[in-house]
């Protein structure tokens, strides 16, 4: 018999799309994949990225709804419970705190972050009403980075845009807010495209963004790709995991998995196809343009472009849409597990208590971009410390552990319940990617981060 969620359930196939999709596109596909693409040299980045998220992040994502829809529960509690029924050690459920923790982790810079996205789009609302340009968009930049007044505000605002939709669950807070928000970003994003067209460098960006360059590929760029599948599709911290917990029986785990995995990646491309026409037609080098690129550079395109205004307030709003829906499904992790701890009734509470926790935490990155800029811990400043933390620690090593789980604990019988539909070839492909392939690449890329 199934079970079903106490934390709601996903209204339909579609709803869960939107959800798992909302996750997964966010700051990772439109902040951080162009430039990540910038700074690795192109194609040859996004081949290798692509391959990652072909044999490691797509396997792991359908591993991890199909545990969490065999549990049901948060998952601290679905994998205490897992491990239980298949009479395997009890230290798995170490995956569901690293995921709790790092949930946290990535939730106070990635806050701090989308707060910058919300900065930007007040910047256009208000020169809609007669503010001053942006004409110097490195300046514009550098003195929102220099101000922790400013930052801590935005930060502020944008945690409370994410605890108000976890507070109110899953069908009154999750899904409305995807609806209608994930449609619009969409329309958007196809705008910003069909404007990239217009300016005449379509094809010397999809050049750059296609064309391989293998002569700049080293073990650095197969590192960042890999860790850039596993933040791009919310991998490795049972994000995933908590959100195929509130899917219904009978809906394909391959398919929705597939789905997700392909939106998020068209996304991250098109992002790409959006953003470099216009770094390129402004003159600006597509390559080396680290994380402030779409801040430095597009504000420039917008100041010059007819409607540019408007153009520039769609953009950044745009974004800040995009990351809100993945916020949400950093901080239902740990809200579904203190609601499980303390009762129902007290999700509100719990949904504020993490993200207050985060915020706080969160902090901590705004000082490092200045006050405590001179900070540095094991060579890096401290946010791209919790990001080094996070990112490329937990999440590979969350996802290592979820592929060993799913290919070596739990047995064929319940596997092939959440995987009825898949023909028999591709489900052995599968089991054979979770057991040896994913966690043995999975584990290069870490000895890598670590040594
Ligand atoms: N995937 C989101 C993005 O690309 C970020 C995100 C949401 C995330 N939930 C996650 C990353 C869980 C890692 C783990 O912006």
């Not at 959800?19 to 700051?27: E, H, I, K, P, R």
């Not at 552990?401 to 604990?409: K, N, R, T």
């Not at 092939?416 to 290069?444: C, T």
Request: aromatic share 12%; proline share 4%.
């Amino acid at each position: 018999m199934d079970k079903t969620s106490i934390h709601g359930m996903w209204s339909s196939r579609l709803m869960f799309i939107l959800a798992a999709t909302g996750s997964a596109v966010g700051l990772g596909n439109i902040w951080r994949f162009p430039y990540m693409t910038s700074d690795n040299g192109g194609g040859a980045f996004v081949l290798v990225y692509l391959g990652c998220i072909l044999l490691v992040g797509l396997p792991i994502l359908m591993a991890e709804i199909l545990i969490g829809r065999h549990g049901r529960v948060s998952p601290v509690n679905t994998l205490r419970g897992l491990a239980r029924e298949s009479g395997v050690s009890r230290g798995w459920v170490g995956i569901g705190w690293i995921g709790i923790v790092a949930g946290i982790l990535i939730l106070s810079f990635y806050s701090v972050v989308a707060g910058w996205t919300l900065h930007y789009t007040f910047l256009y609302v208000k020169q809609l009403f007669g503010g001053a340009p942006i004409s110097d968009p490195g300046a514009t930049f550098a003195a929102l980075l220099g101000d922790p007044l400013e930052l801590t505000f935005w930060h502020a605002a944008f945690m409370l845009l994410t605890v108000g939709v976890v507070a109110l669950g899953v069908e009154k807070g999750l899904e409305r807010a995807v609806r209608f928000l994930m449609p619009a970003l969409f329309v958007l994003l196809l705008l910003l495209v069909v404007y990239g067209m217009t300016t005449g460098y379509m094809g010397q960006a999809a050049a750059f963004l296609f064309r391989p360059d293998w002569s700049v590929i080293d073990g650095g760029t197969f590192l960042r790709a890999m860790g850039q599948a596993f933040f791009t599709l919310s991998l490795g911290m049972c994000t995933m995991m908590t959100y195929g917990a509130y899917l219904p029986k009978g809906i394909s785990i391959p398919r929705v998995g597939v789905a997700v995995a392909l939106t998020d990646t068209c996304v991250a491309l098109l992002a790409g196809l959006a953003i470099f026409p216009v770094v390129l037609s402004f003159g600006l080098d597509p390559a080396g343009g680290g994380p402030g690129l779409i801040f430095t550079s597009l504000p420039l395109a917008f100041e010059a472009m007819p409607f540019g205004i408007l153009y520039g307030l769609a953009f950044f709003g745009l974004l800040a849409v995009a990351a809100w829906t993945s916020s949400i499904s950093l901080l239902e992790p740990a809200t579904a597990f203190l609601v499980e701890r303390f009762g129902v009734k007290r999700r509100k509470r719990a949904a504020i208590a993490i993200a207050s926790l985060s915020w706080v935490l969160g902090l901590l990155s705004v000082l490092s971009l200045n006050r405590l800029s001179g900070v540095r811990i094991l060579g890096r400043d401290i946010m791209t410390f919790i990001e080094f933390i996070a990112n490329d620690l937990m999440l590979p090593l969350g996802g290592l552990l979820i592929a060993l789980f799913a290919g070596w604990a739990l047995n064929r019988t319940i596997l092939r319940e959440q995987l009825p539909d898949m023909p028999e070839a591709l489900f052995l492909v599968w089991r054979w990617l979770m057991r040896v392939v994913a966690p043995l690449l999975v584990l290069i890329v870490l000895v890598r981060a670590v040594v």
